[in-house]
């Protein structure tokens, strides 16, 4: 297993260190649906979903897949699909994978709340790409798409997330 660690607005991986954006309620161990919050915990890459028609698939070494117009990820923690990919439409709320901005053109599923799925306890903690400005996300852990292609192509399965 290749664990990086995610402290203190760095992403370190071995000897390499690249400037990460975390999410906009901090770091909680208690996450919770909707805080903002990144989780304190280790989380596996489980695999790795990318915009094909804006790049080429991130070399990596977890399962790659592209990203279709009707993606989703179900965020209603009522839901018998929460915390799960679905197709849209989608009768109850979800994120669109498929953005118009760059965010996800390339995103890393980790294993947060995944197995097993707790109703509220968040849902959809990616490795995505940063914004320009590396402001917080919603509870993801974000970098350049340079730098997180850098990152998976070391053979990352994993973030350690840090105090």
């Known amino acids: 297993m290749v664990f990086a ?22 770091v909680r161990r208690d996450k919770q649906e ?19 028609d804006r790049g080429p698939p991130p070399r990596c070494a977890v399962p790659v897949e592209p990203i279709a117009r009707d993606d989703g990820w179900c965020d209603d ?52 790409v940063a914004s320009r400005d590396y402001g917080p996300t919603a509870g993801c852990v974000a970098l350049s798409e340079r730098d997180l292609r850098a990152a998976l192509s070391c053979g990352l399965t994993g973030v350690d997330v840090l105090e």
């Open 5 to 26: 660690t995610v402290r203190d607005g760095l992403l370190t991986l071995g000897c390499d260190r690249w400037r990460c954006a975390i999410g906009r309620g901090g």
């Open 34 to 52: 909707g805080d903002g919050a990144t989780p304190l915990s280790p989380m596996p890459l489980r695999r790795v979903l990318y915009r094909a």
């Open 77 to 128: 923690p009522a839901h018998r699909s929460y915390n799960r990919m679905v197709r849209l439409p989608f009768d109850a709320s979800h994120e669109e994978l498929w953005r118009a901005d760059a965010l996800y053109d390339i995103v890393g599923v980790l294993g947060w709340n995944d197995d097993p799925v707790a109703r509220g306890r968040g849902s959809a903690i990616f490795l995505h």
